[in-house]
C-alpha cells in the first residue's frame, strides 16, 4: 500500500510559481508511474502531468504546457510539480497519483488508471 501525502499548495497572485512535493510512503517509489491530477469546485477531476518511473519521459496537459514541469527524486521518494506563470484558472485542489508501472512508454492520462491517491493540497491563485 502506497501512502501519498501533498505539501507545497498556497495562496500565490497571478504570475507566481509554486513546487508541490508529493511524498511517498513506500520503501521505493521506483517502480511507480506518478501523476498530478487537479480539480477545481464544480468541475471534474482533470490530469495535469506524469512521470515514467525513470523519469525519461513526461507528459503535461496541454493547459499547464511550458508553465508546470513534473519531475522524480526516486531516491528521496519524492515528485515535483514546479508551476510557474501561474493563472486564476490553475486554482483548485492537486493531487498526487501512483500506478505500479515499470514501462516507460507509458504514461496515462486517465485518472481511473491510478490506483493511490494523496488528499490533496489547495492552490489558489488570485488575479
Known amino acids: 500500500q502506497v501512502q501519498l501525502v501533498e505539501s507545497g499548495g498556497g495562496l500565490v497572485l497571478a504570475g507566481g510559481s509554486l513546487r508541490l512535493s508529493c511524498a511517498a510512503s513506500e520503501d521505493t517509489i521506483t517502480y511507480y508511474t506518478m501523476g498530478w491530477f487537479r480539480q477545481a469546485p464544480g468541475k471534474e477531476r482533470e490530469f495535469v502531468a506524469v512521470i515514467t518511473w525513470s523519469g525519461s519521459n513526461t507528459d503535461c496537459a496541454d493547459s499547464v504546457k511550458s508553465r508546470f514541469t513534473i519531475s522524480r527524486d526516486n531516491g528521496k521518494n519524492m515528485v515535483y510539480l514546479q508551476m510557474n506563470s501561474l493563472k486564476p484558472e490553475d486554482t483548485a485542489v492537486y493531487y498526487c497519483?501512483?500506478?505500479?508501472?515499470?514501462?516507460?512508454?507509458?504514461?496515462?492520462?486517465?485518472?481511473?488508471?491510478?490506483?493511490?491517491w494523496g488528499q490533496g493540497t489547495q492552490v489558489t491563485v488570485s488575479s
Open positions: 497519483a501512483a500506478v505500479r508501472s515499470l514501462s516507460d512508454s507509458w504514461y496515462p492520462r486517465d485518472s481511473r488508471e491510478y490506483h493511490y
